[in-house]
């Protein structure tokens, strides 16, 4: 969403009749973008910089990572879902936040819940809880496969 000349691009794109899908960390307001579906994936605190190595970094990091009103915005704009990336306990800020917002009364927000361990082993046990919130809640459940196969790697 910062990128020069977005919403031109996006104009342009939706006038040659592609679908198009934005994903954003939702700290820019969609200002009349044209765009299908928005990908929200506002950051948690785990997200974050190493304060003491990237301090500035940090700060800035910490001022925009979670923009509720942008978020709102974009669920007002077009239909949406979110990422939420499940740290150490299933019930993250990201996944209440986006149970709330699929209550927008014109929109449907999908929310999809990933488990963030990197090692299989890790990752299996988070899973266990991660699921049932997400049946609880109605997310969706996205498996990393990627991970179990073949681990915490570029390329594969």
């Excluded at 200002?31 to 800035?60: Q, V, Y």
């Excluded at 014109?106 to 046990?125: D, G, L, N």
Aim: net charge positive; charged share 25%; glycine share 4%.
């Amino acid at each position: 969403m910062i990128a020069p000349a977005i919403r031109e691009l996006a104009a342009e794109l939706k006038m040659l009749g592609y679908h198009l899908t934005v994903e954003t960390a939702a700290t820019v307001a969609p200002e009349g973008i044209a765009c299908d579906l928005a990908s929200l994936s506002p950051k948690l605190l785990n997200s974050a910089p190493d304060r003491a190595a990237h301090p500035e970094w940090h700060k800035r990091h910490e001022a925009t990572r979670w923009q509720p009103d942008v978020v709102r915005a974009w669920v007002d704009h077009t239909p949406t879902s979110s990422s939420s990336w499940s740290p150490r306990r299933p019930t993250s800020r990201r996944s209440r936040a986006c149970s709330r917002n699929s209550t927008a009364k014109s929109r449907a927000t999908r929310c999809c819940s990933c488990p963030k361990r990197v090692r299989s082993r890790r990752c299996a046990i988070a899973l266990r809880g991660l699921v049932e919130l997400c049946k609880a809640r109605g997310f969706r459940y996205a498996h990393r496969l990627q991970i179990e196969l073949w681990g915490n790697r570029r390329g594969v």
